[in-house]
T-cell receptor
Framework: KQEVTQIPAALSVPEGENLVLNCSFTDSAIYNLQWFRQDPGKGLTSLLLIQSSQREQTSGRLNASLDKSSGRSTLYIAASQPGDSATYLCAASGNTPLVFGKGTRLSVIA | GAVVSQHPSWVICKSGTSVKIECRSLDFQATTMFWYRQFPKQSLMLMATSNEGSKATYEQGVEKDKFLINHASLTLSTLTVTSAHPEDSSFYIC??????????????FGEGSWLTVV
């Protein structure tokens, strides 16, 4: 059964810092891995989707990598801004429906 | 890009009543839809997998008679919370699998529904 773990659970950084969020999964037989953002009281916003055949995806200041063999993905946020403050979730999609991690709560301090 | 519409976004209902949440895939056919629930400060947990034209598959611990799921068409799945109680207050979100999309097996999410039972 797929299990997804996210470290750290919470992170607070000063504005402008680069940061890395980590996601690990136990079953490497995935179709893809997605990173989402969730703001308080809001739904999910899809940030990046990495297909199993890909190594990384980039969108603006965000870069997500995928290493299937080690069961790991990272989300790199460059030059963080207060508006980046949110909970970031990763989710692995495979033969079972999407399995989510518990998320990392990010606070970017101005 | 593909869009999944979920309605309503917010709903308040009285204890003992039922409430229905709709999930629609707007520009693709979804033979499979998924319903998740998220309690405060918890991860999203899968409740059930909804397959068009057949009965939903519920995850362990989810009461199928309380959370009725109907997937009558390729673009619509509904979740009905029957005889709602305050402990059912939660964030419910659906997703749909676009198995025919260019990227294959991509899952798209609705915006979620906040249910408050008073």
């Amino acid at each position: 059964k797929q299990e997804v773990t996210q470290i750290p659970a919470a992170l607070s950084v000063p504005e402008g810092e680069n940061l890395v969020l980590n996601c690990s999964f136990t079953d490497s037989a995935i179709y893809n891995l997605q990173w989402f953002r969730q703001d308080p009281g809001k739904g999910l916003t899809s940030l990046l989707l990495i297909q199993s055949s890909q190594r990384e995806q980039t969108s603006g200041r965000l870069n997500a990598s995928l290493d299937k063999s080690s069961g790991r993905s990272t989300l790199y946020i460059a030059a963080s801004q207060p508006g980046d403050s949110a909970t970031y979730l990763c989710a692995a999609s495979g033969n079972t429906p999407l399995v989510f991690g518990k998320g990392t709560r990010l606070s970017v301090i101005a | 890009g593909a869009v999944v519409s979920q309605h309503p976004s917010w709903v308040i209902c009285k204890s003992g009543t039922s409430v229905k949440i709709e999930c629609r895939s707007l520009d693709f056919q979804a033979t499979t839809m998924f319903w998740y629930r998220q309690f405060p400060k918890q991860s999203l947990m899968l409740m059930a997998t909804s397959n068009e034209g057949s009965k939903a598959t519920y995850e362990q611990g989810v009461e199928k008679d309380k959370f009725l799921i109907n997937h009558a068409s390729l673009t619509l799945s509904t979740l009905t919370v029957t005889s709602a109680h305050p402990e059912d207050s939660s964030f419910y979100i659906c997703s749909a699998r676009d198995s025919q999309g260019t990227t294959g097996n991509t899952i798209y999410f609705g915006e979620g529904s906040w249910l408050t039972v008073v």
